[in-house]
């Protein structure tokens, strides 16, 4: 399949195969990026966490390891082997903002211009 590795899975990698999700692809599937394609298939997950699993060795079209730009092709069996994502980790910051309106559901700050307020 072209976009896949050249080589086919690995003796040597960890994925538990037997508990991967596998998928036909389709006319709907057909022309779509292998990350594409599984984030419509499994939502509400996301391309980039399917563009890592893809980066780990984990995604396969037709028996070998797929890079997530792989066109997938009317015929062929998609499999993905699913893990928990990472815990995102978030500190908290004393930023010492004026706090203008606050009640049960709703918070109003004062903050400078082009302070971040979420993270990336």
Known sequence: ???????????????????????????????????????????????????????????LVDGTVAKKSTKLVKGSQLRVVLRAAPELSITPEELGLEVLLEDASLIAVNKEAGMVVHPA
């Open 1 to 59: 399949t072209p976009g896949c590795a050249s080589a086919a899975l690995a003796d040597g990698d960890n994925a538990d195969w037997s508990s991967a999700q596998e998928f036909d692809v389709d006319d709907a599937l057909a022309g779509a990026r292998v990350d594409a394609a599984l984030a419509k298939l499994l939502a509400p997950l996301s391309r980039t966490y399917f563009g890592s699993l893809c980066a780990e060795r984990l995604v």
